[in-house]
């Protein structure tokens, strides 16, 4: 494990720097043949796909994305719902690699979510895991994960809770017992009386990889470089405290075969306070 320049920080914990606790996220070529990444998507609940795109391509994306904020051209949820980032989510790179992936038509929610993380901010995202914002859908869509830009383990990119697809499928499995009594719509939602607060499992880092006797697997990302994983694979976020004082900026989208049931919330675009 190489040296960090700083601490990992997320919600107030400081993970622990043990191998026992963190490790490192293992890369796949996205070369392999299919089968192949299938296998390993299944084994380990998750894909990092080295040099997936060209690496301009995402450049020139971050391009767009700071110069029409900077310059106030367009709001943060415009560039959500321009074409732009539409084209960017669409493109034949990505659209071919899923349909393949998924062995049929895919489809893209219109919910896509971009994060823009400065250095200073306090709070990220605590431990959970996909499902429980799309209960309302299929159990078998994809979320890609996508670092608009060079990500060193200290600007805050995504972790990963080593193993943890079987306990998320197991807390599913768990919650749906306890939500099933509870009307419809709060069936579904991740905000019911059964879940934690956000749905998150817990903002304590720390205490999940004791808990689940599991580690947090972190990665320096590059641009050009894409992460999918299952809805039941549990991970969060640490602060951005990159020494260059570099603001992170990443997007995730999710995609499932057109053919399964799609949870109709995340059929639009994503708007502030959506609770989703």
Known sequence: MRSLTEPLVSNGYTLEMTPERLGWLEPTDARLPLQ??????????????????????????????????????????????????????????LWNFYHEFLGGQPYLHK???????????????????????LRAGADKFCTSWIPLGDTPVEMGGLIYLEHSNAVGRQMEAEFRVKNADL??????SAFNRNMRENGWISTNLVEMADRFKSRWLIADYEAGDMV??????????????????RARLSTDIRYQRADDPIDPRWAKNWTFGDNL
């Not at 400065?118 to 605590?126: I, N, R, V």
């Not at 009307?183 to 579904?188: C, K, M, Q, S, V």
């Not at 994983?229 to 004082?245: G, V, Y």
């Open 36 to 93: 192949q990444l299938r296998e390993k998507f299944r084994q380990n609940g998750y894909l990092w796909l080295k040099g997936f795109f060209e690496r301009d391509v995402i450049l020139d994306f971050h391009r767009f994305f700071f110069e029409n904020i900077i310059s106030g051209a367009k709001s943060f949820f415009e560039i959500i719902a321009s074409q732009e980032y539409e084209e960017f989510c669409t493109m034949p790179r």
């Open 228 to 245: 999918i994983h299952s809805p039941f694979m549990i991970h969060a976020a640490t602060l951005n405290r990159d020494p260059q004082e």
């Open 183 to 188: 009307p419809p719509e709060e069936h579904i």
């Open 111 to 133: 919910r896509k979510i971009i994060r823009f993380t400065q250095p200073g901010e306090d709070h990220c995202t605590g431990g959970h895991y996909d499902l429980i914002y």
